[in-house]
């Protein structure tokens, strides 16, 4: 009893591949030795035939009718894919050409921004040996006397006094 | 169509279209195109595209059920194989190659639309296209709704075991042509079909009683 279920279960598991005629062989020929004695795997394999015959009989309506071929517009694709870009070339050249320009810009705007607002070197003078030395502490930062008469900025002069050499013999 | 019920040695056959390539073309091999076509004989490629995409269009849209988006990823293939030409091996054969983009590309597309099952009741009505296909037997509404029915049976199977199905019961091809196609051991097709057969048997036994057949 237990070798007619092992063989029915093991049968029943080709029979998809039996109804196809897809079984060859040893496999084939035991099968089939076992349908002899197999009403139910008989009854079984007969359904899978039905349905594979349904397939079948599907297989023969042609899903894809007389259509247009794909070929024009893949010729199109084609030719497209292979069309070089024209504005390729100065497209290259633009963004590193802006940044470029950019930077040219900013460097002489700020290199005359600069100019305007530098206060210049800040030079203290002091005046040894002399009575009464004063420091004399000559500036020219332009910060709080701008010389604006002609609208350029120039550096305002202070005349420095010669030190005074004494004799000290 | 040819009876799937025999074995096919090669069901991947070139099939004339009714645009003829040039004669010269015409008894050129698959690798001799594919040689000239990477060159940028755009003529050798297109006696490939012309040689297959019939079949091609069949298997899609039986994978797909439907007949737009089968040429529209019919086209999307020749495209890619087009692109790939010069990574393809010429000593293989290029029809299973071929196939096998357009396959993952409709499965792919399958998997993305999961989520949104279609409609396939012949309870609704009927899409369109799908009642004008030609059929060889006398009653070709009979083979019509067998097809539609085929269809709505088919809609149910897990992809893995749809595409097997297709490709050997539905198109013919061998099974080890299958395997080249989905780039699986020849046994294990064997398993999945065995495996798709009863699944469709179920379906099939279970929709016929439905209908009181």
Known sequence: ?169 | MPDARAPKRDAINPRVQDHAPPARIEETGDARLVEQARQGDDEAFEALVLRYERKLLSVLTRLVLDRELARDLAQETFWRVYGRLDRFDTSRRFGPWLFRVGVNLALDELRRHRGHPQPASLDETQPEGWSRFEASDSDPRHQIELAQEVRFVLEKLPLPFRSVLVLRDLEGFSSAEVAAVIKKREATVRWRLAKARELFREHWERREGGHGA
Do not use: Y
């Not at chain 1, 024009?72 to 290259?92: G, H, K, N």
């Not at chain 1, 002609?150 to 004494?166: A, F, M, N, S």
């Open chain 1, 1 to 169: 009893m237990e070798r007619n279920i092992l063989s029915c279960r093991w049968t029943r598991s080709r029979l998809p591949l039996l109804a196809g005629g897809d079984l060859l062989g040893p496999e084939r020929r035991r099968a089939e030795r076992h349908l002899v004695g197999c009403p139910e795997c008989r009854r079984q394999l007969a359904s899978t035939q039905a349905a594979l015959d349904a397939l079948r009989t599907a297989a023969t309506c042609d899903p894809t009718p007389p259509t247009p071929s794909l070929w024009p517009e893949l010729s199109r694709q084609i030719r497209e894919s292979r069309r070089p870009e024209r504005t390729a070339w100065p497209r290259l050249l633009a963004w590193p050409g802006a940044a470029l320009a950019a930077s040219l810009l900013l460097t002489l705007g700020g290199v005359t921004l600069f100019r305007r607002h530098d206060p210049g070197p800040t030079v203290v003078v002091t005046k040894p040996q002399r009575p009464k030395t004063q420091a004399l502490v000559v500036q020219t930062d332009r910060a709080d006397e701008p010389d604006q008469a002609d609208g350029l900025d120039r550096p305002r002069r202070v005349p420095l006094e010669p030190p005074v050499v004494q004799d000290t013999h």
